[in-house]
Structure formats: structure tokens, C-alpha cells
């Protein structure tokens, strides 16, 4: 019987190869004159080309990104666009640029149009991050969620294979979290089985070509309806773990979702049935933590913690920190098993259920 309550966020979305050729009139859209763009020092060029495109509205280039969103980047762009007098700003790349974009909204209420070049999908969610002191501060807030979005593929094509691919699991992630979600509900469950089957034919398609314009557009396509999934319900298990990975062993964000969400979906497994049927029916499979593993294997990511930097002995503090303040998960979080999660995930086994 259904019971749910749905609630959505409004942003523009626009999708296809070329559309960053758009960002002019989307600007105008907004009844914005003056757009600063911010990359990361990596992208520059591509911001360049986004300024271009803008010719008179180019308020200049910020390609002061930085993973995490140090508070001292954050304050620098926003003195960067108040002295341009911006009254816009365009992020081209992926979590790190978007990220800046939205540490400026929070405090300007500057309107944001992202074009996101990887598959996090940070451009869909009104969560933002910024890093102070060591810590990471992370909050919701509707005026940081990009007004409108560009996906366009060829942005993504020069993506490299093995980024493409932790960054597209960190996607498939929020989607089957979102299945088993406290708060879910029949849309993003619709869009959370559709993201997961679109990103692993665009993935499997990536690895065979990697610059197909098919296989991109099919990742793309997915990794916005992961970021709406992700933008609209609660996260469970798996987050916390990558959160408390992240956060205390500085582990390499994508890379640590890639290696752990077969094992915290084997830990759920039999406490969310239908979200497992509807994983392994997008993955074309009968188990939905094998056959993530399995895709994993297939297209040659890291498949342990110990790969990525874990020591074994940090496994008992990993294991408490992800006990303190546990997120809402359909299976209660108990020690021991979820100490023999972290031990299979550090030495890269299967997963068990
Ligand atoms: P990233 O933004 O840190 O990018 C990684 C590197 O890849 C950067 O050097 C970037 O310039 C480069 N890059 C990006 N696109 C490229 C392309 N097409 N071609 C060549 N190089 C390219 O990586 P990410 O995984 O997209 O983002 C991770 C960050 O985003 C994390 O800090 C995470 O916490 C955050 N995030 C936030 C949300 C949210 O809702 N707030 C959601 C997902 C991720």
C-alpha cells in the first residue's frame, strides 16, 4: 500500500551534446548581465571556452576550485565575484567546481547554472560542504541548488576511463541508497532503477570506447537522475561509511564509494528486498551486491579499501567512528558484522551477505 510524501526542488535542466553553446541565453534567462565562471586550475580551458561563449557577460575566469571547498577558496571567488560585479556565476566541472558555486550562493544568493563534466551529481541537491579548520561543514539549503543545469556529453568525453568510472558508482550509490531511503517514494524509485540501468550500459559502453557519444550521453543521462535521487531523499549506511572514510582517512571520495557500496548493500540486503530486486533487475543480474562487485571487476576499478590508502589497523576506528551518530538505515547498525563489512571491503572479497 502506498504512503509516501514527495517533494520536489525546481531547477531548469537542459540535456544534449552542445549545450554548453546554450550558456549565453541561459544566462539571460535568468535576467543575469554579468557571469563569472569557475573551474578547477585542471579545467581552465574548458572555462575558457564557457567565457567565450558569454563574450560581453564574461565577468572572468576564477580557476580556484579545490576538493572539499576550503573556506579561504570560497571567500576568495566571492571577493573574485563582487569586485567583477557578477551577478551570476557558470560552474563548469564536477562535485569540487559545483561545490565553490554553491559556497558562493550561500552567502550572495547568486544564482548558479552548472555544467557538470562528471557524474556526481552535486548539480541536482541543495547539499553543500565547505571545509573549515580541518572539518567539513555540510548542510541543506535551497538557494545553493543551480538554477539550471547544462549536461552536455562532450564535456565528459575527456573525462579519463578509470575517473569516469568511480565517479559514475559514486552515482549508481545514491540511487540505490534512495531505493531503500526512510523517505522514499514511488518517482524516485522509478528514477533511481532508471539511473542505475542507464549508468552501468553507459559504463560498460565507456570501457569499450571512451569517447562515445552514445555511452556518454547514456552515463550522463543517468548520473542526473542519481543527483535527483540523491537531492531528494535520505542517504542510509553506505554514505556514512564513505563519509567517515573520507572525512577521517582523507580517502579519495569516487574511489571509496566504488569499493563500498557492494558491501553496505550486501549489509541491507535483507532488510530492503524490493530496493536489492529493483538494483539487480537495472544491473540485468539475480544479486544486486554481486553483481555491483561484478561490474566493479569488469571495468577495472580499485577494489580495496587497502589499495586507496586504508591501513588495516585504522579498521577499528573507522568502524567506531561509523557508529557514532549513525545516519537512518533499514538494517540496525551493529559492531561486529559491520567491522566484517569494513575487514572485506579493506582486502577488496565479495561481498557477503
Ligand atoms: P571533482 O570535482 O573533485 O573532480 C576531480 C578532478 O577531475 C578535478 O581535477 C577536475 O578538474 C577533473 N575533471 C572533472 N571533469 C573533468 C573532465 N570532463 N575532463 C577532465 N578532467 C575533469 O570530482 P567529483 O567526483 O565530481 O566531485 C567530488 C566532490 O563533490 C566531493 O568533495 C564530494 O563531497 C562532492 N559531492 C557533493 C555532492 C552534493 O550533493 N553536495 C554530491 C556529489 C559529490
Redesign the pocket.
Known sequence: MYEFTYTTHAARVVFGAGSMNLVQQEVEALGARRAIVLC?P??REQAEAVAALLGPQSAGVFDGAQ??VPIENARRAREFAKEAGADCAVAI?????I?LG?AIALESSLPIIAIP??Y???EM?P???ITEDGLKRTGRDAKVLPKTVLYDPE??A???AQ?SFV?GL?AIAHAAEGLYAKDGNPVMALMAEEGIRSLAKGLRDINKRHRNMEARSDALYGAWLCGMV??NVGMALHHKLCHTLGGTFNLP??ETHAIVLPHALAYNSTAAEDAMLRIARALDTTNAAQGLYDLSRELGVPASLAEIGLREEDLDRACEVAMSNPYWNPRAIEAAPLRELLQRAWAGHPPRE
Do not use: C, R, V, Y
Not at 93 to 97: E, F, L, R
Open positions: 578547477t585542471q579545467q576538493m572539499h566541472g564536477g562535485g569540487s567546481t561545490g554553491k563534466t562528471t556526481a551529481g552535486s541537491t547539499i553543500f560542504g564535456l565528459s575527456g573525462l579519463p575517473l565517479s559514486n540523491l537531492g571520495h569516487a
